[in-house]
Every structure is written in structure tokens, then in C-alpha cells.
């Protein structure tokens, strides 16, 4: 046996507490005359004597009461050997949130995994793992069924997506072994080849719901503004809805559409937004029924102008007529030759000093000294299209155009190598410095006007630099969370290195050969002081033949 | 339940309450006691939670790298940055060491106590984590197991980022989520350099026809120049090889290979070196071509000119016969409509129906079908699979022809005279004859000498062909010459017979009696029913051209003179020929007419067709062209939407029988083009731009483009579940989807758009998700930090700053405990008070 939180032993304190209790109290009756009361205080007082203490059933029941308190505050384990282990996955994803009649869909699951439990073996234990986000909701592998739903009610869906094939391989490698079997609780679809270890608890059905799938508020960089939001929704229902979609601020409604739409439609939804509103908006859905609730809302951050100013600050001419006419590229797009005058609004600027004023909300900096010699082997670019800077170039780009001399700094990140004469030389590199977006141009504007490469990364910065002012994302859940009707599945065979089709290591050891589970005495410790308490109580009023012994009385 | 204990008790309670030897407030005061203890313990036992945060010192992993592609140096470097970063350790915090290489294994347990270096390289030297393989994804699984027990913690990853198995990307998200943040830092260079390969690209997609450019990064650290050997393959088989030389540094070296074939390109590329560098990577690109039609007909030995048109309007055709139709819907994939031709709906079976049932309704193909083949009455009257899938119910009213064609007989000489190789070409000849004719003319074969014998009786000769193959087998030269009895036989074949042509073709040398009187009434007679006498002379000595002559010019017929046995099965195909182009197209052809509904076609002149299928339309179909014929007008061509596809029937032949004025007609190849384009798959013609960008730490699918209400799926290039993608519009011409969870490598995104009221369209495009997956774990090669920072951001950690995981020195983590740990003490307490107040009353 093991305990939990030995500390809880010091419960144990109230045994010497108990018997100094019974030792304090007289044991035999105290009889008072009345007509000596008067002048009891003239009596002697004997001197205390130590004597034996006197106990009876009641005693033992009440120390029995304190020890088994003691005991239970301590939370005992007692392991005993189990034959077999389950992983119980309980899908956790927003899609459980589902409301139906008896319930949400994560209750139903619930109750399911109740009645698969009552045909458990003796030796079986468990490990429950929920899958969004993956959690071990039993610290260690449990062999009651009640330590199971305890766990399993402890937890509720959340607001988000989950994988079930990431909780079942994050779950073994919590384990530390391969399970015996896995249980899933899902709405998902079993997979079509199911393993013979694989128990699938299908839960939920086709619900109806309605969700906001799209939600288009970020400007363009080189466009006008709209001056509206478009909110894009779905009906995954099965029927006809009628949807209501509001845009608020506060709790002001801005503007509200009603939109009818058939089973299966999206439709995108202009919400007029007023010229003076800019800020955090939230965009609402109503719909009847809908079955999920977290789908139907999302946030976005609206903004009143296209794009944010550009400070164009370059002294050499030659560079400065080159940017001026990318600049000009881009319509829509604001741009002077000194900050604005209002320090307050935010701008950034375009540069070629390698330390611009800290003032903007960020930076290009055009490092424009004369070009690497390529010779007349082509240049190829090295681009980190995962970076937004790199985006719309392909991952090797022959750009034709060899970077400046300069080079970039060390601290940077590069998004950009060119490849000349057999060294990697950062192009375009960025950092965030401060809450400030930089973005390194090692390229000279005269060499590269015309290229297109050049153009759109000197763009992709721009937009880049832009978008780090406020958030324009929204809290959107999953869109497959939404679709009720034909929810995705998660379960996916775990497929290792899928280019190069090496299997999936296995995730845990070989499953020891006498596994333990811990059956926690809790429960038990915590009935069998309900029980003492109610004898002892019994016990106690069953003490006949004695009356209370009442105040004297003043016989006057 | 628990309500029902809960009442229970404190009935007992009071019940019993009233008979404790105690009085006034004591009494009440233990009843309250005992009542608040018994309801403490009573909510106990359902073992509630609460959720309490606590600051607690931070946990700390070292995951490093213990695989062949770290070398000595490196491992040194590693054990070395380990007890540097001891050195800065807050002692609270406490740390473990996990080593990894294909599996992971722990070699310092969670503590407290700084690590030496010496101790360090010990433990590495001692670990065995099987360095065939770099498994970061073990590694972190590992770590994730020591630090779960309290939540939170820190991952200090000291590797190269060069993963040769598992997929680190994979859970990385889930990680993060659990609180746990990765620091990777790479080693310094390694001491010795060799080659890397450090990215291969190719583009999305391709026209067919056009080169497909593979560029090839490779990083040379040796210092000196090699040959670097390029070879591509697909499915194994080597389509080019070459060599380029490869100076030191980084270089890219291009190659170049043809798209021939529309669909998926995968190629295995790979690069060799004399230095032992040999390695392989495989990489993939869509190749778009024109519509691909699958043109289906019994005979494959010449195109007909349905299929030429296609092929004229700049369409691929692929010439199968019925039973090669696939029966994986897959395969049909391959191409944008199938086209079915003059085949009998029952040649097709339920899994080919099966098949194209599934690329009409889940992919949007095409199907369009002309004519039937087969018995056509035969296959009007019975039901096929094929059925329905078809716009039209084919109703057996009578085929709509202009009277049967031809009915033909060939009389045979086999008196002595037609001996060995004679015999031998007129049997040739007699099999010419019958493929000169359609399935529904009427043939037979008679044989003579001095008698009629019958060799195959008149029948159609779709019927006849092996019949009369077998038949002549056996046929053999005896006795002598009267042709009178073959004639009259003929005559009493054909003369019943309603035929707008009917013949004979004789086959003797014409020596026979002849009765003047006889042959002439009989000639009267012949051309009374109009049956006309071609006549070919062929014997062994002396030929009666007279006689044969004098036939051939009474009845209508033509004589010919064989002058080479070998001319013979030409000779007999020369005179059917003949005989059919006596056929009167001008009598009986029926007219065509627009459908005022019509959204395809205008109102203009079209073409006669001299027979048809009779149908009538599905309701839901809609009927473009009629025939102006028979009873009532009847569908020419109709089509309707099947799923996303949709299927056209044109109940004419689109051939020679029935349709000569259309296959003549200008305007055919554009009308055959423009009905097949309207049934095919529509095409993505946008261009569009697909990237993956990371938002948040969280790799998001991101496609720009003219699309409307898209919808995609993922499918990796090992062919295993596909992952919907959820698309969410984020600009006006803006999509992304989360790959939140989505192992690295090659996928395609197979794409369609779904514009109102319009049929969808699809595209494919290849991707590559994440760092190219290493396939080579050998020493020498630069890390791979791109790699590295994405797993920093992703887990929300910092790259090449492994001391920040250090900060803050604490942590606040969740902690769930029971609330009995707090009710307990105080049921004790209640207890010990109860039982202080009850005093001597409980003696």
C-alpha cells in the first residue's frame, strides 16, 4: 500500500486529542446538595489524581472514526496486479459540445462509457486520456470504474479542434507502454479497418448547426477600403435556416443581415461597418436550431485606413528614385518623403540607414551597396516560403540578382539566401525588435527594378511589416468541429516520416509483464467513517437509565 | 443518490437525537456536529476536484541528440553546453537528460544537482538509443512522460534538426498546449564536412508537353570539386541519367525531364557522388493537359471519326475496348469524360457501372454515349446496369431505320472445278462479305453443285461471323455444276424480305446447263423482287464469262473477272461496296430539330440521320435535339446531371449507318467537341497560389485565388487517409486551413471550386508540408535550422536560446486536488468538538 499524501497522517494528531478528552471527563457522577451548595467553595479540593482512563464502546468507535479519517486524509493505495490495460480516449473537441435532447453529446459519451465499463474485467485498468487538448485526465492507470467517470465527468469539452490519433500517441507515451486495448468516445466514424484492439463508442448523430466559417476584415495592402466586413457562414444542418448575423462593438449593434440558406450553402454576408468605427468588432450568429454555440461568433479588428503610411527616408538618388517606383506600384498605398506629422498615427518607414528612428511601427531597411559579382553563373534564390515575407516565391528561385556586399547582421532571421559563387548570402532577412517588425533588404533597387521577385518580397515586407499592427485574426473553431452532420475523422494510422515511408517507431516499450493498477481506498475509508459515525451516534443514544444530570436547583 | 444518503442520515440523526443524554444548547449543538460531519463526508465520497494554481520551480529536459549525424565533436560540444548551461541553472529548477536516436531513453532523472561534462559524455557513450535513426518525435514523447506529472516544463533540444523518422511536427501543437516549450539549439559545423543535399523543388504543376525543371540544392563542404551523378526515375525505372560537376559551397544544379503523361508525376531523384554520398529523395507535380476522353468501342483497330473529331478540337482520346473499362473509380480519374460508342449497354458490368456512377456523382465526370451496339432490339427490350445513369429510358417502339439494308447471299461453287486453293479464297471471300456488313443485315452462304446446300442460312450477320467461319471449315469440292437450283434458292430466301437491297454474289466458272427459257423467267423474276446478281468467275480450266456476264447484266449486277486467287476477298468487298452505295439516302431520312428549351444549341439546319434509338426523356433530363420521325418526336440528344457529372445520350449512331450526312457535315467536329465539353469535368483554368504559412506557431494551408465555395481534401503521396481541409475564408479571394497536427512531406491538394448554378471544378496541385524529411543520417552535414526555429515557434519557444528556458525560474501549473483533503480535517475536528461538548453524558 502507498500513500498519496502522507502528510495526511498527521490526522492521526486527533487520537491523543480524543483521549485527552476522555481523561478530562469526570466519571462518576457529581452529586450536589442543595443546602451545601452555598458553601462549596469552603470544600477542599482534592488534589487531582491521575487515574486510569475509562473508556467504553463509545470510546473505540470515535478513535476508530479518527484513525480511519487519518487514514482517508493520507489517500491510500493499494496496488494489485491487472491482467490488462485500456487507453480510454475521450474526444474533448468542440464538436462534444453539441447540445441534444439528453444532454450535450460529451454527456451521452459519458453515459456510454458507464455502460461499456459494467462489463469490465476485475483486472482491467484504465487510462483515460482526453484529445483536445491532449490531457492524462488519471494521473496513473486506475482500476475502479468509478475513478474512471470521475475523471471523465472532471473534464468538458473545449472551444477547440483535437486529433484523436495525437491523444492515442501522446496517451501510450504517458503510459509508457502499449495498452492492451483503446477505447474511443467519439462522434467521429470508426475508421473503416478497425484493429482488434480497438473499441470505437460512437456518440452523437447528425445535429443541425449553422457557423461562421469566414470572416474577411484584413484590407488590401495596395487596395481601398471597403468599409465592410464580410462574414462568410454555413448551414450544416439538414434543413433550411434562417441565420441572423450581427456585428457589434460593445454593445452597440452595427449592422444585422438576415440570411436564408439551404442544407450544405455557405453565403457570404457584407456587414456594413460605419466609416468612424475602427477597433475590435464581434461578428454574432443566430440560428434555429443550432446545436453548437461556439461556432457562432468571431472576433476581428477593423481598421480605418488601407494601409499604414510609408516614410520613404533614402539619400541616394538612384535608390530612392527605384523605391519610389515600387512605391508607386502599389495603388492605394500612402507614401511621402517625411513621417507624417502626427507622431501618433502609425506609419513605417522605408530606409537605407541601417539604424532607422525608432518612431513607426516598423522598418524595411534597403542596405544598397553595390552588388556581390555573380560572374556569369546564375543567381538562385533559397526561399523560406514559410515565412510571409517569402510567400508567392518559389522554394528555389533563379532571381537573377546578386545582394549587396553588405551583408545583413548576424542577429537576424533570414527569409532569403541567394547562392553566389558557392556561398549562401541572406537577401532579405527580418527581425522584432521592441514590438517593431524590421525587415533587412540586402538588394540593390537599381539592380533589381525590374525584377518581379524583388517587387514582391519588397511588398510581402511591406504587408508583413502592416499586419503586426493589432490582430486581425478571429477566434474561428475549426469549421470541421462544425459540420455535426459528417464530423472528419482524426484517427489517422500514425504513418512516421510519410515521404520517405518509414513506419512509426513504436511509441512505447514492450507492455511489462505484470502490470499493477492502484485501486485508491478512498472511497471505501470515506463510507466506512460514515458508517462508524452513524453507530457510534446509535450507540450514544442508546445510554439509558441516566438522566442528564440538570443544573441544582436553588431549593429556596 | 447521494441526496437520498444525504436525508437518510439526517433523519437518523435527529431520530436519534432526541434520545442523547444531553439538554438545551449542548444537545443541539452535538446534533449540528454530528449532522455537519456526516453531510461533509457524504460530499466527499463522489471525490470532487478543486482546481487550485500554485507556483511551483520549473522542470527542465536536455533532449539530446545522439544519432550518426552528430559526430564526436558535436556530442562533445553537446555534453559541454549542457554543463554550461548548469552553470546558469536556478537551483530550484530542476532538470533531467534524455538521449535519443531511433528511440529515446532517459540517462539523468529528474533533479537538482548540477551535471559534469565528464559524466555527461559517459552517459552518452553507455546510452543505447540505436544512432541509425534521429527520432525527435521519441525524444519529445519521452521528455513529455517526466515532466506530465505536474504539467508545464521546458525542452532543451541539442540536435541538428536532421529527422530521419517519426514526425516531431505532429505533436508538437499538443505539446505546446500542455505547456511545454522547445528551445532547439543546433551543434557548431562538424568537424568534418561533407555533402548535403539540402533542397529539391519542382514546380505545383506542369503542362503536358513541357519540361518539368528539378532544381537541386547541394551544399559541397569537402572543399574540392566532384561529379555529382543525377539520375530520375519513375516507378523505378531510370528516364534520365546524368552527371554535373559539383564545386564547393552551395550550388544548384538543374535537371530536367519531359511531362508526357497528364495525372501525377512522381519522380525519385537521386544524387551520387565518388566521395559515397548517395541519396534519394522523391518529389511530385501535377501535369494538366486537354481534356483526356475515354473513347470506348468494340473495335480498336482504327479510331472512328467521333473520336478524330475530339482529337481535331484539341482533345486526348484513349481507345479502349468495353471490357477494359476500369472498374476502380480511381482510374477514371485520369481522364474528364468517358465516351461510349456504339457498345451494347450490356458489355459494361455492375462494378464498371459501379465505377462510373462514382466518377459522375463524386468527381464530376462525364459521360456521353452515341448509339448502341449489339442486337439493338435486344438491347432495348432488356434493362442494363447502364440504365441508369442514362437521361433516356430506351423503349423497344421499333428501331427507327429506314427499312433493313441489306440481305445478301453468296452462292458458293463447290462442284470439282472448285478444288484446294480456290475453295480456300472463296471462303475468304465469304468472310469479307460479311464484314462489309452491319450487325443487323441479313447473310447467308449457299453452296451448290448440281444441288443447293445451305452453309449458313440467311440470319444477321452479327450472328453469322463465327458461325459461318466454323461452317466453311468443312465445306469440301464434289460433283458438278447447276447453278439454276442455287439461284432459286437464293431467290426463295430473299424474295420474302423486306430489304432495300437485296443480292446475290456467285462464285462459279459457270459451267452449267443452261435452259434459256428457264434463266429468263427466272432473271423476270428476280427483277420483279429486286434482287440483283453480281457474278465472279473462278474454276480451274475454262470459264463461261457468257453466261456469267449475261446474269450480272439481266439482273442489275456487275461481272468481274478474278485474275488472282488473292483477288477474290477484294473483288467480293469491291461488289458489296457497290451494292451499298445503291442504298437511297435520299428516301426515308428523318429530320433534326432544337429544342426551344434548349441551352446548348440554336435553332439551325442539322443534319438527316437514317435511324435512331427510340427513347423518351427522364423527367429530369433535358432534350436538346429531336427527330422529326416516326409516331412522335423523339430525343436525338438529351443529357442531365448525375451528382456533380452529367451524362448525354445521342440515340443516333454518330457513325456511317445512320449518321453519313452528320460525319459529313462542317459543323461536326465543333458540335461532337462542344457536347463532349459540356459533359466533361470542368477545369480550374485560374491561376492560383497556394503556400503554407505559419500563424501562431500553427502551419496554415493558405490559397489565393478565384475560387468559390472550395472545397479540398489532402491526400499524401503514400496514398493513405485522405484530410479534409477546412477552408476558411479569410479575404475576399483568400482561403487557409489549419495543418495543425499534420506530419511533413509531399501531399496533393486536390481542389474544386463550386461556383452558383454552375458545375463545380477541380484541380490538383503538389505541396510539400514542412522540412524536407531527411532520408540519409550521416555525419558532416550542416543543421538543419529552418527546421529547428519552425519547432521553436511552434512549441512557443525560443531558437538557439536554450538559457531563456530558464525564465522564469517558476511556474504557476494547475493542480487538481480532492476536496476531501480539506472536509476531512474539518469532520475531525467536528468530531473532537461534538465530543468535548457531549462530556460525561457518555458514560
Given at each position: 500500500m502507498s500513500l498519496l499524501t502522507p502528510l495526511g497522517l498527521l490526522g492521526l494528531l486527533s487520537v491523543p486529542v480524543l483521549l485527552w478528552l476522555w481523561r478530562k471527563q469526570p466519571t462518576r457522577r457529581l452529586t450536589r446538595i442543595a443546602s451545601l451548595v452555598p458553601f462549596e467553595h469552603l470544600q477542599q479540593k482534592q488534589p487531582h489524581k491521575r487515574s486510569r482512563l475509562k473508556v467504553n464502546l463509545l470510546f473505540w468507535l470515535q478513535l476508530a472514526a479518527c484513525g480511519v479519517l487519518a487514514l482517508a486524509l493520507a489517500q491510500p493505495l493499494v496496488r494489485h496486479a491487472a491482467a490488462k490495460t485500456t487507453l480510454i480516449i475521450l474526444d474533448?473537441?468542440?464538436?462534444?459540445?453539441a447540445r441534444t435532447r439528453g444532454g450535450t453529446v460529451y454527456e451521452q459519451g459519458l453515459r456510454a462509457l458507464t455502460d461499456r465499463l459494467?462489463?469490465?474485467?476485475?483486472l482491467e485498468k484504465y487510462f483515460v486520456v482526453a484529445s483536445?487538448?491532449?490531457?492524462?485526465?488519471?494521473?496513473q492507470p486506475v482500476g475502479s470504474a468509478a475513478d474512471v467517470q470521475a475523471a471523465a465527468a472532471s473534464f468538458r469539452p473545449q472551444a477547440t479542434a483535437g486529433s484523436l490519433s495525437a491523444a492515442a500517441q501522446i496517451g501510450q507515451a504517458l503510459l509508457g507502454y502499449a495498452p492492451s486495448s483503446i477505447v474511443v468516445v467519439s462522434d467521429e466514424p470508426p475508421p473503416s479497418e478497425q484493429a482488434d484492439n480497438l473499441e470505437w463508442i460512437r456518440v452523437g448523430g447528425k445535429l443541425p448547426n449553422a457557423a461562421i466559417v469566414g470572416l474577411d476584415s484584413e484590407p488590401l495592402l495596395c487596395g481601398q477600403a471597403s468599409g465592410r466586413l464580410v462574414a462568410v457562414i454555413a448551414n450544416f444542418s439538414e434543413m433550411p435556416l434562417q441565420l441572423r448575423v450581427r456585428a457589434k462593438q460593445a454593445s452597440r449593434v452595427l449592422d444585422e443581415q438576415t440570411v436564408d440558406l439551404e442544407p450544405g450553402k455557405r453565403s457570404a454576408v457584407a456587414l456594413a461597418v460605419p466609416p468612424d468605427i475602427t477597433g475590435a468588432i464581434r461578428v454574432e450568429l443566430d440560428a434555429?436550431?443550432?446545436?453548437?454555440?461556439?461556432?457562432n461568433a468571431a472576433e476581428a479588428d477593423v481598421r480605418s485606413a488601407t494601409s499604414v503610411p510609408v516614410a520613404l527616408s533614402v539619400q541616394a538618388e538612384p535608390v530612392r528614385k527605384a523605391l519610389s517606383g515600387w512605391l508607386n506600384a502599389c495603388k492605394g498605398l500612402s507614401w511621402s518623403?517625411?513621417?507624417?506629422?502626427?507622431?501618433?498615427k502609425p506609419f513605417m518607414w522605408v530606409t537605407?540607414?541601417?539604424?532607422?528612428?525608432?518612431?513607426?511601427?516598423?522598418s524595411v531597411i534597403?542596405?544598397?551597396?553595390?552588388?556581390?559579382?555573380?560572374?556569369?553563373a546564375p543567381v538562385y534564390w533559397l526561399v523560406d516560403n514559410d515565412h510571409p515575407v517569402g510567400?508567392?516565391?518559389?522554394?528555389?528561385?533563379?532571381?537573377g540578382i546578386a545582394p549587396a556586399k553588405t551583408g545583413v547582421g548576424e542577429e537576424v532571421r533570414p527569409v532569403i539566401w541567394a547562392m553566389v559563387r558557392g556561398e549562401r548570402v541572406p537577401v532579405v532577412a527580418v527581425r522584432e525588435e521592441e514590438g517593431r517588425r524590421i525587415v533587412a533588404f540586402n538588394l540593390h533597387p537599381q539592380a533589381a527594378a525590374d525584377s518581379s521577385q524583388a517587387l514582391v518580397v519588397f511588398l510581402n515586407s511591406l504587408r508583413w511589416i502592416m499586419s503586426?499592427?493589432?490582430?486581425?485574426?478571429s477566434a474561428f473553431l475549426d469549421p470541421l468541429e462544425s459540420n455535426l452532420n459528417e464530423p472528419a475523422s482524426?484517427?489517422?494510422?500514425?504513418?512516421?516520416?510519410a515521404a520517405t515511408?518509414?513506419?512509426?517507431?513504436?511509441?512505447?516499450?514492450?507492455?511489462?509483464?505484470l502490470s499493477f493498477a492502484s485501486l485508491p481506498l478512498l472511497p471505501w475509508l470515506l463510507w466506512t467513517a460514515v458508517c462508524l459515525l452513524l453507530i457510534e451516534w446509535w450507540r450514544y443514544a442508546l445510554?439509558?437509565?441516566?438522566p442528564p444530570v440538570a443544573p441544582p436547583q436553588d431549593p429556596l | 443518490m447521494q441526496i437520498l444518503f444525504l436525508t437518510l442520515t439526517a433523519a437518523g440523526v435527529l431520530f436519534w437525537g432526541r434520545r442523547i443524554p444531553l439538554s438545551g444548547w449542548k444537545r443541539t449543538a452535538v446534533i449540528l456536529c454530528r449532522l455537519a460531519a456526516l453531510a461533509l463526508l457524504l460530499q466527499a465520497i463522489p471525490q470532487r476536484v478543486r482546481v487550485t494554481e500554485r507556483e511551483r520551480p520549473q522542470q527542465v529536459v536536455y533532449a539530446v541528440d545522439l544519432s550518426n549525424s552528430m559526430d564526436a565533436k558535436q556530442r562533445l560540444w553537446a555534453a559541454e553546453r549542457i554543463a554550461s548551461l548548469e552553470a546558469v541553472r536556478p537551483r530550484d529548477v530542476r532538470r533531467a537528460v534524455v538521449a535519443f536516436g531511433s528511440t529515446a531513453t532517459v540517462i539523468e532523472p529528474l533533479g537538482k544537482e548540477p551535471l559534469e561534462p565528464d559524466k555527461l559524455s559517459k552517459a552518452f557513450d553507455a546510452?543505447?538509443?540505436?544512432?541509425e535513426q534521429t527520432d525527435v518525435e521519441q525524444s519529445l514523447l519521452v521528455a513529455l512522460k517526466l515532466l506530465s506529472a505536474d504539467g508545464g516544463g521546458r525542452i532543451i533540444l541539442l540536435s541538428d534538426?536532421?529527422?530521419?523518422?517519426?514526425?516531431?511536427g505532429r505533436i508538437l501543437p499538443h505539446i505546446r498546449r500542455l505547456g511545454i516549450s522547445v528551445y532547439p539549439e543546433p551543434p557548431p559545423a562538424a568537424a568534418q564536412a561533407a555533402i548535403s543535399w539540402e533542397a529539391v523543388s519542382v514546380p505545383p504543376v506542369v503542362q503536358r508537353g513541357q519540361p518539368v525543371p528539378i532544381r537541386l540544392v547541394l551544399n559541397n563542404g569537402t572543399g574540392s570539386s566532384t561529379m555529382a551523378e543525377i539520375s530520375i526515375a519513375v516507378s523505378g525505372v531510370v528516364i534520365k541519367k546524368g552527371s554535373q560537376a559539383l564545386r564547393p559551397g552551395w550550388r544548384v544544379l538543374s535537371v530536367a525531364v519531359p511531362a508526357?503523361?497528364?495525372?501525377t508525376l512522381a519522380l525519385d531523384v537521386r544524387v551520387r557522388t565518388p566521395q559515397g554520398f548517395d541519396e534519394q529523395r522523391p518529389v511530385y507535380t501535377e501535369v494538366e493537359g486537354p481534356p483526356h476522353v475515354l473513347f470506348v468501342d468494340e473495335r480498336t483497330n482504327a479510331l472512328p471519326l467521333a473520336a478524330r473529331a475530339l482529337q481535331q478540337r484539341q482533345m486526348e482520346v484513349s481507345l479502349v475496348q468495353?471490357?477494359?473499362?476500369?472498374?476502380?473509380?480511381r482510374a477514371l480519374l485520369n481522364y474528364d469524360a468517358v465516351f461510349l460508342f456504339n457498345?451494347?449497354?450490356?458489355?459494361?458490368s455492375v462494378e464498371q457501372v459501379s465505377a462510373l456512377r462514382s466518377f459522375l456523382e463524386d468527381s464530376g465526370g462525364g459521360l456521353v454515349m452515341a448509339g448502341l451496339g449489339g442486337d439493338l432490339a435486344e438491347e432495348l427490350r432488356t434493362t442494363a446496369p447502364l440504365d441508369a445513369l442514362l437521361p433516356v429510358t430506351f423503349e423497344?417502339?421499333?428501331?427507327?431505320?429506314?427499312?433493313?439494308?441489306v440481305c445478301m447471299i453468296m452462292l458458293v461453287?463447290?462442284?470439282?472445278?472448285?478444288?484446294?486453293p480456290r475453295l480456300a479464297a472463296t471462303k475468304r471471300a465469304a468472310v469479307a462479305l460479311v464484314n462489309q456488313l452491319a450487325a443487323e443485315d441479313l447473310a447467308g452462304v449457299l453452296a451448290f453443285d448440281t444441288k443447293a446446300y445451305v452453309?449458313?442460312?440467311?440470319?444477321?450477320v452479327g450472328n453469322a461471323r463465327q458461325e459461318l467461319i466454323d461452317k466453311l471449315v468443312k465445306l469440301h469440292s464434289t460433283g458438278g455444276t447447276d447453278v439454276l437450283p442455287a439461284l432459286i434458292a437464293a431467290q426463295n430466301r430473299l424474295e420474302p424480305l423486306d430489304a432495300q437491297i437485296k443480292h446475290v454474289i456467285l462464285l462459279s466458272d459457270g459451267q452449267t446447263p443452261f435452259n434459256l427459257g428457264l434463266y429468263r423467267a427466272l432473271m423476270e423474276s428476280f427483277r420483279q423482287d429486286g434482287i440483283s446478281i453480281s457474278t465472279i468467275g473462278i474454276g480451274a480450266?475454262?470459264?463461261?464469262e457468257e453466261y456469267l456476264q449475261w446474269l450480272a447484266d439481266k439482273s442489275g449486277g456487275n461481272y468481274y473477272l478474278l485474275q488472282?486467287?488473292?483477288?477474290l476477298p477484294k473483288l467480293v468487298a469491291q461488289d458489296v461496296k457497290d451494292s451499298l452505295g445503291?442504298?437511297?439516302?435520299?428516301?426515308g431520312k428523318f429530320g433534326v430539330k432544337t429544342n426551344p428549351?434548349?441551352?446548348?444549341?440554336?435553332d439551325a439546319p442539322w443534319p438527316t440521320v437514317g435511324g435512331f434509338l427510340t427513347a423518351t426523356a427522364k423527367p429530369e433530363a433535358s432534350v436538346d435535339l429531336t427527330v422529326q420521325g416516326g409516331d412522335e418526336q423523339s430525343p436525338l440528344l438529351a443529357g442531365w446531371s448525375v451528382g456533380l457529372g452529367r451524362s448525354v445520350v445521342f440515340?443516333?449512331?454518330?457513325?456511317?449507318?445512320?449518321s453519313p450526312d452528320w460525319l459529313s457535315w462542317d459543323g461536326f467536329e465543333g458540335w461532337m467537341a462542344q457536347v463532349v465539353r459540356w459533359a466533361m469535368r470542368p477545369r480550374f483554368a485560374e491561376e492560383l497560389f497556394i503556400s503554407v504559412a505559419p500563424s501562431a506557431g500553427v502551419p496554415r494551408l493558405v490559397i489565393e485565388g478565384p475560387l468559390d465555395n472550395p472545397q479540398g481534401s489532402l491526400i499524401p503521396a503514400s496514398q493513405e487517409n485522405a484530410r479534409p481541409l477546412s477552408l476558411i475564408q479569410s479575404r475576399a479571394f483568400r482561403w487557409e486551413a489549419s495543418l495543425e497536427g499534420l506530419p511533413s512531406g509531399w501531399y496533393q491538394l486536390a481542389l474544386s471550386s463550386h461556383p452558383e448554378g454552375e458545375a463545380p471544378r477541380f484541380t490538383k496541385r503538389w505541396l510539400q508540408i514542412g522540412e524536407p524529411p531527411q532520408t540519409r543520417e550521416a555525419p558532416g552535414q550542416p543543421a538543419q535550422a529552418v527546421w529547428l526555429r519552425a519547432a521553436a515557434e511552434a512549441s512557443g519557444g525560443w531558437f538557439?536560446?536554450?538559457?531563456?528556458?530558464?525564465?522564469?525560474?517558476s511556474t504557476h501549473v494547475l493542480v487538481r486536488e480532492p476536496v476531501s483533503a480539506w472536509w476531512l480535517p474539518l469532520v475531525l475536528m467536528l468530531l473532537l468538538a461534538e465530543i468535548a461538548l457531549r462530556g460525561s453524558s457518555q458514560f
Open positions: 474533448t473537441s468542440a464538436s462534444m459540445g459494467r462489463s469490465r474485467s476485475p483536445a487538448p491532449v490531457t492524462a485526465l488519471t494521473p434555429d436550431p443550432d446545436a453548437l454555440d461556439w461556432d518623403e517625411a513621417a507624417p506629422e502626427d507622431p501618433a537605407d540607414q541601417v539604424s532607422p528612428s525608432p518612431s513607426g511601427i516598423g534597403v542596405i544598397a551597396g553595390p552588388p556581390e559579382a555573380s560572374g556569369q510567400r508567392y516565391l518559389a522554394p528555389i528561385e533563379p532571381a503586426g499592427t493589432g490582430h486581425v485574426a482524426t484517427w489517422t494510422v500514425a504513418t512516421g516520416n515511408g518509414n513506419a512509426a517507431t513504436p511509441l512505447a516499450s514492450e507492455r511489462p509483464k445510554i439509558k437509565g441516566r | 546510452a543505447s538509443v540505436g544512432p534538426g536532421r529527422e530521419t523518422a517519426g514526425n516531431a508526357l503523361q497528364q495525372g468495353p471490357s477494359e473499362v476500369p472498374t476502380d473509380p457498345i451494347p449497354k450490356s458489355s459494361l423497344a417502339k421499333g428501331l427507327q431505320e429506314t427499312k433493313r439494308r461453287d463447290r462442284s470439282a472445278s472448285m478444288f484446294g452453309v449458313m442460312e440467311m440470319q444477321p480450266a475454262f470459264i463461261n488472282t486467287l488473292d483477288d445503291r442504298l437511297p439516302f435520299s428516301e428549351a434548349s441551352v446548348l444549341f440554336s440515340t443516333s449512331d454518330a457513325d456511317t449507318r445512320w538557439a536560446a536554450p538559457d531563456a528556458a530558464f525564465l522564469p525560474p
